[in-house]
């Protein structure tokens, strides 16, 4: 089976809701991608990267603490290791690469909390890339020190004052920009979402985790994993993780959604929401019943966005996978309970993955489980010491 097909269709799911304007961009990339993806000088170059700046292969850690606490075996991929604190590096170098070789001499891309902003960033001065970053105002508001970290690394952060002036919003101003430039610019898309061929290449990029994690496995308890458990925002990091063992039908796979702080503020677009058309493709969208995407919300800003990757939202109605959520609360003591028993401060995305440890131990007492530690906490320490306070004030 070739997922997705030749129009970018993975089940149900995906495909180019573009308009025709952008048509020929996405055929360029297609065609380019097709072209270099199996030329073996491309695949050693993306190799070389990663592991000489990026610094991989990352560790499969056996948090012992964790396990014994748990009673089950749990493996960590330490994402967390990697430059920059996360995975979206690996990402940006495998299409900025892609970016060098198509003769792009600038690139756009778009940024929520601004943690992709500053991967594409990072891996411009590394190709030597003008580099411009929309960004919605209200975010900009919110995440100044990204912002700083964008400009020391010589991006132009765009402030986009449209809309909600959010990540959705910056979204369309690149796809705008794009069209415009496309002669010399490339768009560099920070998750398995937006239009085909996007969110293969993503995948393909962020195959790396998954394939090094099930030849670590293999190696360290000469069998395959029962459980793989990650995040799920865009989608990258898990997809990264469950992809190199789609096959493997023994393996469950596990996505864990951000349940924000109910039922109706959330992120949790699989669990929540129902299939439309966004950012060019058609998935799992929150919306209301009008069909408006909703407005959303998680403590980890890296997983506030409205909709998924398609190829998620086909591995739901397939059952392959299957989606949870943890909420705010259960998260805050995800990233205390690794920061506790491990030393290890995760990220507020990674907690999600985490915090779900705990529920599943109940049944899976016992199993072997491998999670991505998507990225490390340090970004976090300031939110997750207000939602502390604001907990201690309320008992007092
Ligand atoms: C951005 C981010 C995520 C969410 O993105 P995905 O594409 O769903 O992986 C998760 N963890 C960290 C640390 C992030 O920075």
Not at 12 to 24: A, C, I, N, Q, Y
Not at 115 to 140: K, P, W
Request: hydrophobic content about 35%.
């Amino acid at each position: 089976m070739l997922i997705p097909d030749k129009k970018g269709y993975f089940g149900d799911f995906g495909g180019k809701f573009m308009p025709e304007t952008l048509f020929s961009c996405l055929d360029e990339l297609g065609h380019f991608y097709a072209k270099i993806k199996n030329n073996k000088k491309f695949k050693e170059e993306f190799t070389f990267y990663l592991k000489e700046y990026a610094g991989r292969p990352t560790l499969l850690y056996f948090a012992k603490n964790l396990s014994k606490n748990l009673r089950m075996k749990i493996y960590l991929k330490r994402e967390d290791l990697l430059h920059t604190g996360a995975h979206k590096i690996n990402n940006s170098l495998g299409q900025a690469l892609l970016a060098h070789h198509m003769g792009k001499k600038r690139i756009i891309a778009e940024t929520g909390a601004g943690q992709h902003g500053v991967s594409a960033a990072t891996v411009a001065r590394l190709f030597n890339f003008q580099c411009d970053v929309y960004m919605g105002e209200e975010d900009i508001r919110r995440q100044r020190m990204n912002v700083f970290r964008m400009k020391t690394l010589g991006a132009r952060v765009i402030p986009v004052k449209s809309g909600s002036k959010t990540l959705k919003d910056a979204c369309n101003e690149a796809m705008r920009d794009w069209v415009t430039n496309v002669r010399n610019t490339y768009y560099l898309i920070g998750s398995t979402f937006g239009s085909h061929p996007y969110p293969m290449i993503v995948r393909d990029f962020q195959s790396v985790i998954g394939k090094e994690a099930k030849r670590q496995i293999l190696n360290k308890e000469k069998r395959l994993p029962d459980y793989l458990i990650a995040c799920v925002g865009g989608g990258s990091n898990a997809m990264g993780l469950f992809y190199p063992f789609y096959k493997d039908k023994r393996t469950k796979m596990i996505g864990v959604e951000a349940g924000g702080i109910n039922r109706n503020l959330n992120s949790a677009s699989l669990n929540f929401g129902k299939p439309g058309v966004l950012h060019g493709a058609k998935t799992y969208i929150l919306q209301d019943k009008f069909g408006q995407v909703k407005a959303t919300h998680s403590v980890a800003a890296g997983l506030d966005y409205p909709g998924v990757g398609p190829e998620h939202s086909f591995y739901k109605e397939s059952g392959r996978a299957k989606y949870v959520t943890i909420n705010d609360k259960e998260a805050v003591e995800g990233f205390k309970m690794l920061s506790e028993l491990e030393g290890i401060i995760p990220a507020l995305e990674s907690a999600h993955a985490i915090a779900y440890l705990k529920k599943l131990a109940k049944k899976a007492k016992g199993s072997l489980t491998v999670v991505c530690l998507s990225g490390r906490g340090d970004k976090d320490l300031e939110i997750v010491q207000e939602c502390i306070d604001k907990t201690l004030n309320s008992k007092s």
